[in-house]
């Protein structure tokens, strides 16, 4: 398809260098494309699921997958035949099942391909049912996985509850979120190379990341310490039954670690996490109330003494979000401000936005622009999740994504004979 560009960038530029731009360079292409034929264009031709497209060594065949763009810089596993079969050993779907089309390549997301890219990851076989999970939400389209190479870069987060934790050995104590590993790092890992290979993220092409975040190991819910306390596991809070398997994911654009998160009381340590929640939050609140308002789902990771400080108070996950609903607020002439500042539309009421309908009333109950108004619509709207060193009062803010990246769970379906094929994976 013949295109027609502005040098530089529209938002880097005065009004006469636009206009002059686009006179000079952007309109001259634009009469040359639609006044000559444009080139026919010729379509690739992909291998077969099972077609063998390469033979050699371990050095061999890396430099052969990194010289076609299949894997992400480090050296993978080879993706051989026998070591894909043993993947689909641990899911019941058939290897050519489709679970979507994928965006942008419009590409089948089949369980063979994930079993592929699980190989190549370094996942041990027994991965799989959480693999296979991780595409149906990859899928579902109110994550929005067309958005994966979005100018900002966010990164996904894949939280993992049930079970299935402690039956694999994922990690959910000290050093939570750091590679080291091997399942929490592994699955991880493939999450990456399955956008790049099936959905078709590739560098300086699709992927249009202005910076980038490298991928995100898993993060498991200590749930030993949610069942001590009485708090429900994120798993429940996106729709599952208690002790159930399940992946969670969601985009985030970045994050800061909120550190010696102190006092007694809950009162003395929730603004430690509504002050850095509403650091976290900028450009992110046209989530809120733009064009795809309602949208903005911020995350707080908390160790899990913080955790059990708060909840000896008394206090549930759902009084901890309605404080930080009422205190995670900004001055509403700074959210204008930055609404102003971060989007295509000159002005912003949110008077009218509210008169409109358009935002619930809470962001506009009184005249006085020193108001403080909320960056997300509901105190649901904030995720916790458990998890990290029992022994560090530290938590972790996330800037989430919106609807480029929303949050969505799975169920993990495990095969009718997993524990009899875990058993002969430990012979």
Not at 68 to 73: E, S
Not at 199 to 227: P, S
Request: aromatic share 10%.
């Amino acid at each position: 398809m013949p295109i027609a560009t502005i040098p530089g960038h529209p938002g880097a530029q005065s009004q006469e260098e636009l206009r002059r731009n686009i006179l000079e360079v952007t309109l001259e292409q634009v009469i040359a494309n639609l006044t000559r034929t444009p080139t026919v264009g010729s379509e690739n031709r992909e291998p077969g699921a099972r077609e063998i497209i390469f033979k050699g060594g371990f050095d061999a065949v890396n430099r052969f997958f990194y010289k076609n763009q299949l894997n992400d810089g480090l050296p993978i596993v080879p993706p051989t035949q026998e070591k894909v079969e043993a993947f689909l050993r641990f899911t019941d779907r058939h290897p050519d099942d489709a679970l979507g089309i994928v965006l942008p390549d419009s590409r089948a997301a089949t369980v063979w391909s994930i079993a592929v890219n699980g190989v190549m990851a370094g996942c041990r076989p027994e991965y799989m049912p959480i693999l296979v999970a991780l595409v149906e939400a990859l899928v579902d389209p109110r994550y929005g996985v067309e958005h994966g190479g979005n100018s900002q870069g966010g990164e996904t987060l894949i939280i993992l509850n049930g079970p299935i934790i402690k039956q694999l050995g994922f990690n959910y104590g000290q050093g939570v979120l750091r590679d080291g590993f091997l399942p929490n790092t592994s699955v991880g890992r493939f999450w990456r190379l399955y956008l790049r290979n099936v959905a078709g993220f590739l560098l300086q092409e699709n992927d249009k990341a202005t910076y980038g975040n490298t991928w995100r190991v898993v993060a498991a819910e200590n749930e030993d310490v949610l069942k001590k306390i009485g708090w429900e596991p994120n798993s429940v809070e996106m729709g599952f039954s208690p002790g159930e398997n399940t992946v969670t994911i969601a985009r985030y654009t970045g994050g800061n670690v909120i550190a010696s998160v102190s006092g007694s009381t809950p009162e003395q340590m929730l603004p430690y996490l509504a002050d850095a929640l509403v650091r976290q939050t900028s450009w992110q609140i046209l989530f809120t109330v733009g064009p795809h308002g309602g949208t903005l789902r911020p995350l707080v990771v908390l160790s899990p003494i913080i955790a059990e400080a708060i909840a000896k108070a008394g206090w549930s996950k759902s009084d901890v979000k309605r404080y930080l609903f009422d205190h995670a607020r900004m001055p509403a002439w700074q959210f204008e401000r930055m609404l102003r500042d971060w989007s295509a539309r000159p002005t912003w009421n949110l008077r009218e936005e509210v008169k409109l309908g358009h935002v619930p009333k809470v962001f506009h109950d009184l005249d006085d622009p020193n108001r403080m108004v909320p960056i997300v619509w509901k105190p649901d709207d904030f995720m916790i999740v458990v998890t990290g060193d029992p022994l560090r009062n530290n938590a972790y803010a996330f800037g989430h994504n919106g609807l480029c990246g929303y949050p969505v769970g799975k169920q993990i379906r495990l095969p009718k004979d997993w524990e009899q094929q875990l058993a002969d994976r430990a012979e």
